[in-house]
Structure formats: structure tokens, C-alpha cells
């Protein structure tokens, strides 16, 4: 899942970028609010969440919330700030956002309040997916052939449950990278091809059916 992080203070957004990628997101940041409402515009089907702090330079987290919502955007949307009254909590929501963390929050609540947002039915994603007799199960984070456990990296986690929510649809290197990197990777890099060589590897090795499958010129596809 890919995440965007609209902070002006570098440090916490660095923070927080390097705290999800570790809980194995795919995260952008970007430092004003201009900035970040014109990557929404321009991109916003690439991102699963928003974390937007309020008080931002160019265009406040406020506005950008209210443009995002009127443009139809319908992702998920947390919003950081110092502010902690109840009046601006419900302003905060009012404006079109799910979540709201005071600051300074606790990482691990910010992972929680994600999960529990993601796991809404935003059009709608469920925790459990089937292809096959592959399963995913994106709450617990286990993966199963056969009812047998396959142990994945976060990475080849993050790829197989594009590949999956996917199913069936020719996904290019180009579309993976968007979904499972982060916007600042070498777009010219062979890691999508070293990482679905992997997961090849545990997803399709000792079986019959092949599931995880190349179309050459245009890229990957997990046959259901």
C-alpha cells in the first residue's frame, strides 16, 4: 500500500517515512502544501492514504483537504497537528478528513489508526484474498499455498498483494514501481524483475499450476 505524507517538518516526516517503510508501505513526502494538493491532482489513484499536517506553507492542510474532497477524492485521510480542542478536532473531521492525531503521537498508534482505515471498505478492499488456492491475508500478513505458509519479505508482500488485488490484469514494471516503490526510485532499475524472480520462486516452486506468470513486452499478470 502506498502512502503520502504532507509535513513541513523534514525530521517527523522523515521519520515517519522510514517507520512505515519498515512496516513494509511504499511512502512519498512532500513538504508543503501547494506541492502536495498538486501531486493529489495530478496522481491521487497511485496513493491508498493521505497524512496531511494542518499547519502547512503555500496552501494549509485545512485547504487542501477541502479541495481534495470537492475533486472527488475519496482516500483516506489523517491529519496531524498541535492544535488539540475539541473544536478544532471536529473542524479537523468537518473538513473531510477520517483520522486525527495530536502531536506529538505515538508511531504505533499512527500504524494502528492506518490499518484501521485501510481496512475500511473504500470501494472495497478485503483483508482476505484469494487466488487460486494462493491466499493473503493483508491484516495478519501471512500468505498460504496450499494451506501452507510462504515466508515473504515486505517487499515481496507489498508486490504480491498488488499482483493480487490485480488479478488476471497485465500490471507493467512501470505500474508496480508507481504502486510498491516510492516516487523518488530509479525508474531504470531491474528490481521489479529481481523481485518477481523471487516471488516466483516461493509462490510457484513445487507446483503443478504456475500462478505468477510474464507477458513479454508488457509485464506481469497473477492468473486466477
Known sequence: MRILVI??????AASIKLGLERE????????DGKAGQDRLMMSYG?????????????????????????????????M????????????????GADDYLIKPFSFDELV??????LRRPQ???????????????????????????????????????????NANQVLSREQILDHVWDFA???????????????RKKIDKGHNEKLLETVRGLGYRLKN
Open 7 to 12: 509535513e513541513d517538518n523534514k525530521k517527523l
Open 24 to 31: 513494509g508501505f511504499a511512502v512519498d513526502c512532500l513538504f
Open 46 to 78: 497511485v496513493y491508498d492514504l493521505l497524512i496531511l499536517d494542518i499547519m502547512l506553507p503555500q496552501v494549509d492542510g485545512i485547504t487542501v483537504c477541502q479541495n481534495v474532497r470537492k475533486q472527488k477524492i475519496v482516500l483516506p485521510v489523517i
Open 80 to 95: 496531524l497537528t498541535a492544535k488539540d480542542t475539541v473544536d478544532d478536532k471536529i473542524w479537523g473531521l468537518n473538513c
Open 112 to 117: 494502528a489508526r492506518i490499518r484501521a482505515l
Open 123 to 165: 470501494g472495497v478492499l478485503p483483508v482476505e484474498l484469494k487466488v487460486g488456492d494462493l491466499v493473503l491475508n493483508a491484516t495478519a500478513g501471512k500468505v498460504y499455498r496450499k494451506n501452507k505458509e510462504i515466508e515473504l519479505s515486505l517487499k515481496e508482500f507489498s508486490l504480491l498483494e498488488y499482483l493480487m488485488r
Open 185 to 199: 526510485f530509479d525508474s531504470f532499475s531491474n528490481v521489479v524483475d529481481v523481485q518477481i524472480k523471487n516471488l
